[in-house]
């Protein structure tokens, strides 16, 4: 294997990156260190040295057990090195710090009191099982690698109804003034004088899902506010949003000590990443997406892509430059495909959910004007666009309401639809069949569906939902092909589990939850460092490969572009 860059994609012989993103490559991280899975961290000083404490809160696997180390760790803030270590299996709700004893809120039974230095662990109240917390009649959207959907939420009684209502407050002295910061779980946040509630900045809300079971961490004049995959930076005076702190692949915590800044959150393979930050360091990351890359496709001589943030970027196929984000959704957007007008590459886009904004809308941009090529087209998918294929002049979209729809892009005009009961997690247009795959709760099946006609083949019916290429299915680690006739062939990508597929004619791109990537049936093989959430193979071969907050493009014919 041989490495390439700074991002440390490592690849096999015969293969070059043509070009990687830079996006998580951040000046201001001064210091790192792969910790035991965490995501509450607190800090503070103890015998003269400054100290940060780290813990796992409540992470069950899919299969229904604890999958990491819960112990509570105490760390040398400067060097990292551990000092303390709580070997108990604490699922943390929170932490706090007063010199060597640390309280944790647990969810999993009374809450503890350990003074480290001692060693002696104190529980408050009984050890009997906690009471259930109350459940709050209101919806959210979960979004994760193995699927989508609703679920009540569950919250403590003190926890408000409502997207609006408050989840995480701070208190400050800002510019000699007292000051009240909150953020309610639709990601707003409010800057208000504490003693006459009079605002001092307008309402501004978070380009990611806000961390409610986080705590809010305050820098200077600089507001940290935990998010999924990256902390987000609100400048307080000026309301300016400073560039994200990332590398994670699950929920960020922060924490800061005076002019210490410190996060923590899991990595690759599992692993937890503990960082700390200079916010003074000016050399911030490369133009790219603030958040999530969660869609990439090759349009052209372009590969466009779709993030978090809600916006849409055009990378040069051939060497990465990036344009202007392009910028419309209300919500992050999930899903991209490409079509040829007339002679011009247009890109349709899809999306929904961020912290409580539904985007309900197609939308279809010229990649060299970078500006919408028409109205936007109502999808209807009720609140998330999850994929979407392309055929022609078509594009076939699916969402989290269960229907797959077809539309003709020149005029906008829908003229077929398929309903089904779960959310459509796989999408991919044949020359005459749609491949559908949803979720299944319920063993609803895979199917090849004719627009048409309307006929529909069932193909199988898998215990966990699925993920399509060509005629091509996806469960776990296992790739299945499939004819026409309704039999299929399993082919054998390894032993961790699949997180994106692409297929182009016999050519089939796997990415897997270990990091790597495969070419079905070649030599490729690559090493990144956060799984991919997304492929595309172009019609010359090349592979584009979305992962963390960055797009990569690997070659077989091509020299590379990174050092």
Known sequence: MQTTGSRRIEHSAGWRVRWASQADV?????ASATISTADRIV???????????????????????????YTVQVRDAMTFELLHTLSETVFAESLALAGSAVTIGAFNGPDLLWDFATGEVTRAGAADEPAM?????????????FGYGKVAYLSDADRKRGEAAVALSTSLLLAGRSTEVTVRFDGTIGVHDGETGESLLPATRLTSRLNSLGSLAVAGTRLLVPTEYQVEVLDLLTGEWLAPLRGFTSWAAVAAHGSLVFTCGQGRFGAGVLCRWD?????????GHLGRVNAVAFAGDYVVTGGDEGTVRRWAATDGTAAEPMAGHTGRVLAVTAVEVDGKTIAVTGGGDVNGGPDETLRRWDLETLTQWALPMVAGHGGETMVLASRGRFVFSGGNGGRVSMWDVVTGEHLASHQGNYPVVGLVAGTDRVLISRMVY????????????????ALERPLQHVAAGMHVTMRFNEVTVWQHDGTGQVVDCGESEITAIAVLGTEIAVARLDGSVRLVGSELELELPYPARALAISPAGDIAVAFGSDVAVISRNHPSNVG
Do not use: K
Not at 26 to 30: A, I, P, T
Not at 43 to 69: E, F, K, Q, S
Not at 279 to 287: C, F, G, R, T
Not at 444 to 451: D, G, H, K, R, S
């Open 133 to 145: 917390p109350e459940i709050v009649e209101f919806e959210l959207d979960l979004d994760d690698d």
């Open 442 to 457: 319920e063993r609803e099946p895979t199917i090849l569906w004719q627009p048409e006609t309307g006929e529909v083949t």
């Open 43 to 69: 800090c503070g000083d103890w015998a003269g040295r400054p100290i940060v404490v780290t813990a796992l809160g409540y992470d069950i696997g899919h299969d229904g057990n604890p999958h990491a180390d």
């Open 26 to 30: 951040d000046g201001r991280r001064v």
């Open 279 to 287: 916010l003074d360091n000016h050399q911030v990351p490369a133009p």
